[in-house]
């Protein structure tokens, strides 16, 4: 099975030798019982059970691999596509819906869940090429869509990404002020690309996890917003909440699975789970639905960027504008330089630009795109090299960043991958912006919920940490 | 009768030795141990000696070892995830460069003919470019995950940016530069197992590769618009299988050198035999024939790992083995 993830989790898998479902060595814990074990006997479906010297049967219990013990592995990563497609998939939404169809039939309103799509724009853009559609029009025809399975509530994760940008931005600027005195706050790493994170965690650890930036991404951000505050404002628990994200990539659905994320107190994720644009294809087949002929239906504006009637993005690129808007503010906030418009040189290939800032011949700022595993690669050399002379780098996995994801719509046979993706892109870029400085509603939130930016309910629903994952070291895996 | 004479016998390293490599002057001689050093053997008078022994540069085994098209670096892959680029100077190497990124053991490091571009493939599947940059840095330019398996060998094209590869997935891969990266244009599958080693003969148009499958395949180049009508898709040519050699090996065929001056075949075998074959008069490039010309049985006590033709001298050949030793030999017609 051909792997959909992103280019630095595939370089991960490290066996060669055994197919994936061998491959796992993950040990997994057995409760030994005290007493003598007898036999054990296999059914003809497979399933075991343990006989006693005495004749007493016992069904004994699979061992089951979760996506979190993926993640806490250094060992493959590929593998645990078949755990995440039972985990995290369309087929996980509609049996949701369908319990929720149940409680209601059998009056159980308390087991109803208030089930949330939040759909990211990249999908917006890659489901809008495919039919032909504008992006307006593909937000509302995906919210009558959605609604019409039994969503309750269809948000737009541009809303957090405003989070993301501005604590992003505030977390460059207190690190530049810091770097006289803490040798790894800068280069700041850009976090919002799970495959990059998964990577780093895995195979660099703790010389690169440390100048990666703490902001949470837009989808973990979301995942906050919808459980804690919006799930507030329903009067519903985190756990009665079910919330689902819609976006471009498959190493999405490993962030969502990540302990960080996880309430212990609720027993319940932030992101319950991920679906990718094409897994949305997916759905509408199944419906025998063309986006095209659904009629539309009004935004949910609440968690959603919108102007008006109309959903809005932000400044600079496909992948989120991260260096854009840190540049930008930093400038400003260090220097007293307005800037306008940002020069992208193009380095080696397209997917490395640099940004420089000077002044009187001095350089300010150096900031850098680094996007697709060749790139990250030259970039966390340097960095272990102590050679790196980037303040900033937005890094993502994929080759031409998020538009181009692991998860979005395959082109159709008329037409190549890199027109199809050249659609997209453009597609994406005609969408108005707004400064998330300028946004009332994010205002609002900072003041109200998160008691002002900075607090210390800001820190902890805002940023994160990092896990270096140790390395397994197994003589049976040395190959000539 | 054509034979294979024995020169001499270079002892030094410890363990089983993994690699032969000619300088392009023939004059050195750069061998590798599962001992973790590099040898460099060369001539005093008519005695070939021992001229450096390379310590300090791999934690682990050092599996493969090659020039600079220059003579002036030496390149080194090793299983513990890095290669190490040497620079001689008066005699004296000096390591100036660890490229660091595959995830486990390197297999192989090959200079493109220009020098500026190396390639490098390991057992955690992918195969890399790095670029060398003038203020001789080392950076990244492309990472290809084409194939399924451990990658075994990695060679440039004599005279084209055209680099091949070989892997334990039975396949031979072919990449060239195609908008702003490295992609694959053409997978050769013909092998009934590991392709252990590929090498060009010396006009570029012919690759030989060799596998455990215990054969030996010459694959041919047809250009767009070859009078033969084989069918190219757009600027890429296409290879084809057009001899396989079989019967002769009795186990794996673990390397396998072109002599780009007498056109001769050289093969190191899992058998402990060193075999010379040659093309036929008669033979052509869409069928060509080839001869087992001589075979040195127990050319070493243990598998033989690798050989070499001395690109100056062309009946000089090198092999080594897991005996721990390194052998000279003479082909005589």
Redesign the interface.
Known sequence: MASHFS?AL?????D??ITPSQECIKPVKVERRPGKVGKIRIEDDGSYFQVSEIGEEKKLEKAKITLNDCLACSGCITSAETVLITQQSQDELYKVLEQNKIAMQNGNTEERKLVVVSIAPQCRASLAVKYNLTLQQTARKLTAFLKNLGVDHVFDTNFSRNFSLLESCREFVSRYRERENNKTALPMLASACPGWICYAEK?HGSYVLPYISTTKSPQQIMGSLVKEYFGKLKGQRPDQVYHVTVMPCFDKKLEASRSDFYSDVFSTRDVDCVITSGEVEKMLEKEGINLADVSEMSLDTILSNVFGEELVGHDGGGSGGYLEHIIKYAAKELFDLELQNIEYNVL????FQEVVIEKDGQVLLKMALAYG???I??I??KI?RKKCQYHFVEIMAC?SGCTNGGGQIRNDPDETA?ERLTRVNELYKSEKTISPFDHADVKRIYDEWLNGTDSEKSNSLLHTQYHEVEKMTNAL???W | MPRLEEVTTLDGHIDPVWCVSWSPSGSLLATCSGDKTIRIWGKEGEKWICKTVLTDGHTRTVRYVTWSPCGRYLASASFDATVVIWSRKEGEFESIATLEGHENEVKAVTWASSGSLIATCSRDKSVWIWEVTEDEEFECASVMSSHSQDVKHVIWHPNKEILASCSYDDTIKLYKEDNDDWTCFQTLASHDSTVWKICFDQSGSRLASCSDDKTVKIWQEYLPGNEEGVVTHGTNSVWKCVCTLSGYHERAVYDINWNHVTGHLVTACGDDSIRVFGEDAESNKNEPKFSLMTVINHAHSQDVNSVSWNPKIPNLLASCSDDNQVKLWRYVE
Request: hydrophobic content about 20%; aromatic content about 8%; proline content about 4%.
């Open positions: 280019g595939q370089l991960t898998d490290l060669d030798y195979t080696r290939n397209k997917d595993f060749r790139n690669q030259n966390v050399q272990k080759p890199n895996n040395i190959k």
